[in-house]
């Protein structure tokens, strides 16, 4: 499986993590509109584990989410969030399926750029990393990120309980295209 260490949209640049994306980062993890529906709370073991814990991914699989930075003018180099892929071992049900995810700061909501960044690591997970399939798993009452998951084409799969917050959530799928 190869990987790349970062991708670019017209308005973005996904890429490999840097120890300054931290405080960013958990600066986003912190608002508490960004984390509504999150499939696990956000403690602060979780909020200073969260950076390490996609290096990690990144070393073992040679994939894992993009930090998600600015490539506008007027923003250029600013952290936004994160999109990507990664196995979603906090969930034992789905850990071995490929999970797309995203997360960006509230303040760049409602301009498109979750759904950029989406795409951009839906198609490197297909072309790039050969991936046959990817999922998403959307707390059902988490219609931007529902709008996201339908623009990336896909559709609910079912439901699966998520002990952590003790109620099912939705898990989205999508396979990847038959090669032309």
Do not use: C
């Not at 930090?67 to 600013?78: I, L």
């Not at 990393?129 to 959307?138: K, P, Q, R």
Request: charged share 25%; proline share 7%; glycine share 6%.
């Amino acid at each position: 499986m190869s990987s790349t260490a970062e991708l670019r949209t017209e308005r973005l640049l996904l890429r490999r993590w840097r120890d300054e994306d931290d405080a960013p980062m958990t600066a986003i993890n912190r608002d508490p509109e960004v984390t509504r529906y999150l499939n696990r709370p956000v403690t602060e073991v979780a909020l200073a584990s969260f950076l390490p814990m996609f290096v990690e991914h990144w070393d073992r699989h040679g994939f894992g989410p993009f930090a998600v930075e600015s490539r506008e003018a007027d923003s250029a180099g600013a952290l936004l969030g994160f999109a990507g892929v990664a196995y979603p071992a906090y969930l034992p049900a789905l850990a071995e399926r490929p999970e797309i995810g995203w997360r960006l700061a509230r303040g760049v909501w409602g301009r498109g750029l979750a759904t950029e960044a989406a795409l951009a690591a839906r198609d490197h997970a297909f072309a790039t990393l050969g991936l046959s399939e990817l999922i998403a798993i959307v707390h059902p009452e988490n219609a931007r990120s529902q709008a996201v998951a339908r623009k990336l084409g896909m559709e609910v799969e079912r439901q699966v309980a998520n002990p952590v917050l003790g109620r099912p959530v939705d898990v989205w799928a999508l396979t990847a295209p038959a090669a032309a």
